[in-house]
């Protein structure tokens, strides 16, 4: 599936024998969100939501735009959930795969807002983005 707005469209591409999509897809601010329902396996993943968010995030000296892309898709994730009724159904945690483009550099010390708040869920108050500190704390 290809978003259909803007000049930064993300492709997803999944395989019909192993998930399907459960609704169409979300185009947001430079992202792409697709809920699936997994086919395949004998596990506890067999027949559970995975949502896929794939992103070309702003480049440049954005952190803070950066951030809210990636708050607005996982909140879109979170209202979804609630108006599929996920959470009576499927009693895990969500399953959600962010990928793409974060625009982040990986081999400059520090971390950014996108990276804190993908892998711990917060992004402190009076963050200093550590590539951009001549640009003060991020505000929003």
Not at 1 to 29: H, N, Y
Not at 78 to 104: E, S, T, Y
Request: overall charge neutral.
């Amino acid at each position: 599936e290809i978003a259909a707005k803007g000049r930064m469209r993300c492709a997803t591409f999944w395989r019909p024998d192993v998930v399907q999509p459960v609704l169409e897809p979300i185009s947001k601010d430079r992202t792409l969100i697709l809920p699936f329902r997994v086919l395949t396996g004998d596990g506890p993943a067999c027949n559970q939501l995975l949502w896929v968010i794939n992103a070309h995030l702003a480049a440049g000296a954005e952190p803070g735009r950066r951030l809210r892309q990636t708050h607005e898709a996982l909140q879109t994730v979170a209202k979804q959930r609630k108006r599929l009724q996920a959470d009576k159904v499927d009693l895990h945690k969500p399953a959600v795969v962010f990928c793409g483009d974060l625009n982040i550099d990986d081999e400059l010390e520090g971390r950014s807002a996108v990276d804190c708040l993908l892998t711990e869920g917060i992004v402190e108050k009076g963050f200093v983005d550590p590539f951009y500190p001549n640009l003060g704390a991020i505000t929003s």
